[in-house]
């Protein structure tokens, strides 16, 4: 391997190990976001989405209230809860889409 090549593929070592922290970090963000309060409209098993009633939700710009689908990050998500149960969930946006990481009834 001649010297330029080595240079090369350290270049596209770092930049896997960057996304890859990167990817981490976004998920340790996620752990510690605090769960927003919501009530199921509607589920899609077919499509892996979910529709949520939910209040205002600042860190996405969402100042009041409303009702939006969301995409399940894991389809068995889905499985647990049915229209008109109030939950608790983690919303994030990957992609420009929001997406719903986590969802735990609400007591
Ligand atoms: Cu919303």
Known sequence: MNRL???RSRKKLGAFLLSLGLTLGASAVRAQTPLADGQVVKIDPAAG???IKHGPLKQFGMDEGMTMVYRAADPAMLTA???GDKI???PDRVNGEFTVFKIEKAR
Do not use: E, H, M
Request: net charge positive.
């Open 5 to 7: 090549s080595l240079t």
């Open 88 to 90: 608790k969930f983690a």
């Open 81 to 83: 809860v049915k229209p």
């Open 49 to 51: 989405k979910i529709t």
